[in-house]
Structure formats: C-alpha cells, structure tokens
C-alpha cells in the first residue's frame, strides 16, 4: 500500500488565488514528521514547510499552511495569494519515527501546480 | 553558506562505464542521503549514512556505492553503468532525527543519461 497518496495530478489556479493540495498518508506510527516540498522546474527540491505529529496547531511558513488532520491522515497544503513563481511540482513527504535509526522520508508521486495570470 | 552542493550537474555515459558524484554540505548535518528521482514518481532513497565513516543501504541500493569519508562529503559511484541508472540524482543532508529540526535539505540535482 502506498504511504503517501497525492491524488492530484495536476492543479491549476488564477493568480491571487489560494489552492490546496491534497496529501494523504498511511503510517502506524505514533511519532512521524510530514514536509512540503516545492520542485520548480530548474530541478532543485526546495523544502517549504513542516509538521510533526504531535503538534497541535498547523504549521504556518508565509503564504504556505498545512492543513493536518490527524484523525483522517490527510495533511494539506494550502498556498494563499498564488503567485506565478509558485507554478512548480510538489512533494508530500512523510517521516516515520526513529526506525532504522534515520529518518527515513518517504515521497508522494507529486502534484504539478500551474499558476495562471 | 552554499548549503548542499553536487558535482557535475549533468553528465551523459556509455553503458559500462564508471563515475563518482560527489555532494558537499556546509551545515555540519551529520546524516547525509543519496536519492534518484524517475519520471512521474518522487524520490527514491539510494544509499545513506549516519555519520563519517558509516553508510547503509536505502530503497534502491543495487549497482551503486557510496563513500563517506568525510562529514561534509557523501559519494556516490556506478561501477558499470546501466541505462536504467538514467535518472535525476539528488544529494540532501539533516541533522539526527532525534534533534527538533530534522528536515531533510537537497542539492541542485546531477541529471545523469546512460546510453
């Protein structure tokens, strides 16, 4: 079963808008870490924003806000106020806890944002 | 601060043959990883290591080598090259994850085609 589901392909919003992106994940774990990460089409992966599990309140960087909801495992991007430059594929990535003595960050498939004027 | 750095940035090779990328972190990250990424998929974890020294097997270990030999620097060899190592590699590096901020930090990426 996959760990990471991002069931969109492909988004796209007007400019000025806000969008979410959906992120859903499959762990046991009671400790895990979930990131953001934002991959323009230079090719850098570019870290955005994170949450562990135990935080109660979402975590907030800018324009970027995860919405987590722990009971239904989903932990959403939101981008407010879009601007072109956020037009970029992005990664839901999870960390589960301490196994294996690293911490092993596991990839969703990606959704591609367009951003249009 | 440079952050995390990878040589070369694109690199095109003849099935057989060997390279080495090489990736150098300034941020004193004690653990440091190899990824390929594939079209349509996320990244996939090659190699890593905990510390000087020390490397482990990731996700998708088989043909590949790594070196740590110093902190800052992490290795990452083909011995024979095959055309499904064609891939995106990306080096990243983090602190232990028992410290509050384990965020993983990538470099640029070395596009690698095997002919």
């Known amino acids: 079963a996959q760990k990471i589901t991002q069931t969109q392909p492909g988004m796209f919003v007007q400019e000025k808008e806000a969008v979410t992106l959906d992120c859903t994940y499959d762990t046991s774990d009671q400790s895990y870490g979930l990131f953001w990460y934002k991959q323009p089409s230079s090719g850098e992966m570019i870290f955005l924003i994170y949450?562990?599990?135990?935080?109660?309140q979402n975590a907030t960087e800018g324009r970027y806000s995860l919405n987590f909801q722990k009971a239904r495992k989903s932990a959403n991007l939101v981008i407010s106020a879009s601007q072109l430059g956020d037009s970029a594929m992005y990664f839901c990535a999870m960390r589960e806890g301490l196994s294996g003595g690293y911490n092993k960050l596991i990839f969703g498939a990606g959704t591609r944002l367009a951003v249009h004027p | 601060n440079a952050g995390v750095t990878q040589t070369p940035k694109f690199r095109v090779l003849k099935t057989g043959q060997s390279m080495t990328l090489l990736c150098a972190q300034d941020?004193?990250?004690?653990?440091m990883y190899w990824y390929r990424q594939d079209p349509g998929m996320g990244l996939r974890l090659i190699h890593y290591?905990?510390?000087?020294?020390?490397?482990a097997k990731g996700e998708v270990p088989d043909g590949y080598n790594v070196s740590r030999l110093k902190k800052q620097n992490f290795l990452l060899g083909l011995e024979s090259a095959a055309p499904s190592q064609t891939s995106v590699y990306f080096c990243?590096?983090?602190?232990?994850?028992?410290?509050?901020?384990?965020?993983?930090?990538f470099g640029p990426g070395t596009r690698l085609t095997v002919l």
């Open positions: 949450q562990g599990s135990y935080d109660e």
């Open positions: 990243a590096s983090s602190y232990p994850p028992d410290r509050e901020t384990d965020t993983q930090y």
């Open positions: 290591s905990v510390g000087e020294g020390t490397t």
């Open positions: 941020m004193n990250h004690e653990y």
